[in-house]
């Protein structure tokens, strides 16, 4: 699963000797674990990773945010309704934040699954 947020995912083994305490969790690594598990930057901070916390939340608003290729100002607009109805809920500012990741995880599994099909329909017609 890690391949979807890296070009260099680590294996199974690095991940179980992480959680072991066996091995340190760079930063970096320490970041794309917490979005594997949906954690959020808040749940990194608690843990004592104030750093990868920080890193969290920018890969998090770079997510979030329209890229140069051009998000529509129609998908950022229903992205930003959705995310201002989680944000009306009555639950506390750590759940609205889980809730917001878990919409982010659902879009970006979308697309993922969009340029799955794209790749297919290549393959077809060559």
Not at 66 to 74: D, F, H, L, Y
Not at 102 to 112: F, P, R, Y
């Amino acid at each position: 699963m890690l391949g979807t947020y890296t070009t260099k995912p680590f294996s199974d083994r690095s991940w179980s000797a992480y959680e072991q305490g066996k091995r340190d969790i760079p930063d970096r690594e320490y970041v794309l674990m917490a979005l594997v598990v949906g954690a959020t930057p808040e749940d990194v901070k608690a843990a004592g990773r104030d750093r990868a916390s920080e890193l969290l939340r920018q890969e998090i608003d770079r997510r979030r945010a329209p890229t140069a290729s051009g998000v529509s100002k129609r998908t950022a607009e229903r992205m930003d309704a959705a995310i201002a109805q989680i944000q009306a809920l009555p639950f506390d500012q750590k759940v609205r934040d889980q809730m917001v990741e878990v919409l982010q995880q659902q879009v970006d599994a979308m697309i993922d699954l969009h340029g799955r099909q794209v790749e297919i329909m290549r393959n077809e017609a060559q």
